[in-house]
């Protein structure tokens, strides 16, 4: 082989090296992330989700300031004034109604897993803090994507169901997160989703009207 041939081999290589190291962490995100059209539902699972989508609905009938005002709460079954909130808070209450106690399920996982969630707090970088870990949306990304069923994201409409969760990016560093229901806009055809992004929880045809940055499916221990 000659000088230049071996020089365009190796040229070759480094490049073919460097697409890869590009190409592999979507490979395996892609591997990680579920389609929702395989996924099929127990029975059980499925009354469970009814009900979840039944107590997002549900929460659209209250009034609630918007508040990210961090108070002290009892632990475990914490909850902050009902006349106040912010997104999370309504994603915690209509797990709550269901049986689903996040405030506890986030805690202990943090807990004993600290490691996998984000190191953005300087407080929550030490120890798991039952008053506010549940609150934060990156935190319950990490808790549904460990817990939960990490679902894909895309631009098609079609592939977000009644009792699915989505999260938003708003810019600057700020996330959002709401719960997708059963009823659909006249207009769309899309799934509403129940959240709570300043005005109290509302049901909207929001879907893409931020960067999706999660989907997950959340259904405790039910089978």
């Keep these: 082989m000659t000088s230049d041939a071996s020089q365009s081999l190796r040229l070759w290589l480094c490049r073919a ?14 591997l990680h992330a579920i389609p929702p059209s395989v996924l099929q539902l127990a029975p059980s699972q499925q009354r469970f989700l009814d009900h979840f989508v039944a107590a997002a609905v549900e929460r659209t009938h209250h009034a609630v300031r918007y508040d990210p005002a961090y108070v002290r709460i009892p632990y475990p079954g914490g ?23 996040l405030q506890k399920e986030v805690h202990e996982d943090m807990a004993n897993h600290l490691a996998a969630y984000p190191r ?26 460990r817990h939960g069923q990490t679902l894909s994201v895309s631009a098609d409409a079609r592939d977000y169901g009644p009792g699915d969760l989505v999260t938003w990016s708003l810019g600057n560093g700020i996330t959002h997160i709401g719960i997708v229901v059963d009823q659909k806009s ?5 799934y509403l989703i129940v959240h709570n ?9 929001v879907l893409f009207n931020w960067k999706i940055i999660g989907h997950y499916r959340y259904l405790g221990s039910i089978r």
Excluded at 197 to 205: A, C, V, W, Y
């Design 17 to 30: 090296a460097f697409a890869l190291t590009l190409l592999l962490p979507l490979c395996f995100r892609s």
């Design 79 to 101: 909850d902050v004034p009902a006349s106040t909130g912010v997104c999370t808070d309504e994603i915690i209450r209509a797990y709550r109604a269901v049986g689903l106690d």
């Design 120 to 145: 953005k707090w300087s407080r929550a970088s030490r120890a798991a803090i039952t008053i506010t870990d549940h609150r934060r949306v990156p935190n319950l990304m990490v808790f549904f994507g």
């Design 186 to 190: 006249p207009q769309s055809g899309r």
């Design 197 to 205: 992004i300043g005005q109290g929880p509302r049901m909207e045809d």
